[in-house]
T-cell receptor, first 115, second 116 residues
Framework: NAGVMQNPRHLVRRRGQEARLRCSPM?????VYWYRQLPEEGLKFMVY????????ESGMPKERFSAEFPKEGPSILRIQQVVRGDSAAYFC?????????????FGQGTRLTVV | AQKVTQAQTEISVVEKEDVTLDCVYE???????LFWYKQPPSGELVFLIR??????QNEISGRYSWNFQKSTSSFNFTITASQVVDSAVYFC?????????????FGTGTRLLVSP
């Protein structure tokens, strides 16, 4: 039973480019959460999605960031026109349909570097 | 508002020493969960423990033990006879009923360095 899969593990983008981070939840999981870890800081909640729905995006920056979790395929965190301050580790977690964030399993993270 | 404080930024110990990592939390909810995660140098997050607010019983798992005290809003983590492989950043986290337990609030982490 594969765990939460995130790819790529490392991503380098130049300022102004777009970054797409992918998260495949554990099999049978329908809830996905994205967290961001800035250098030397703890993780901060960004967004919680269920299939085809954004449930809570209270932690998402208002501009340039978007997330989706389509009916088929992985969840995508998209960052447009990246800036140096977007450099961070982005973690995805998933939980089962009847579960909540306390049962979430984390992926290994995507480390985004903006140069 | 919910908050998790890990006042110890970095702790250095020598192998075989015991070490306690402090975690203090703030919440208005009476129903919540507390967690500890380990982040080794490789960067992934390793789940260590989840404890709900109604269960104040201390827990021991091998060299790890946790002391949950609601009276002081603390959930401290002790590693007995530390080993070099324990070197990592450790995060304490909180999840509340009023968010449907759907988000975790993390502390800033404590970096533990265990030297041989």
């Amino acid at each position: 039973n594969a765990g939460v899969m995130q790819n790529p593990r490392h991503l380098v983008r130049r300022r102004g480019q777009e970054a797409r981070l992918r998260c495949s939840p554990m099999k049978g999981h329908s809830h996905v959460y994205w967290y961001r870890q800035l250098p030397e800081e703890g993780l901060k909640f960004m967004v919680y999605l269920q299939k085809e729905n954004i449930i809570d995006e209270s932690g998402m920056p208002k501009e340039r960031f978007s997330a989706e979790f389509p009916k088929e395929g992985p969840s995508i965190l998209r960052i447009q026109q990246v800036v140096r301050g977007d450099s961070a580790a982005y973690f995805c977690a998933s939980s089962p349909p009847a579960g909540d964030g306390t049962e979430a399993f984390f992926g290994q993270g995507t480390r985004l570097t903006v140069v | 508002a919910q908050k998790v404080t890990q006042a110890q930024t970095e702790i250095s110990v020598v192998e075989k020493e015991d070490v306690t990592l402090d975690c203090v939390y703030e919440t208005r909810d009476t129903t919540y969960y507390l967690f500890w995660y380990k982040q080794p140098p490789s960067g992934e997050l390793v789940f260590l423990i989840r404890r709900n607010s109604f269960d104040e019983q201390n827990e021991i798992s091998g060299r790890y033990s946790w002391n949950f005290q609601k009276s002081t809003s603390s959930f401290n983590f002790t590693i007995t006879a530390s080993q070099v492989v324990d070197s990592a950043v450790y995060f304490c986290a909180l999840s509340e009923w009023n968010t449907g337990f759907q988000k975790l609030v993390f502390g800033t982490g404590t970096r533990l360095l265990v030297s041989p």
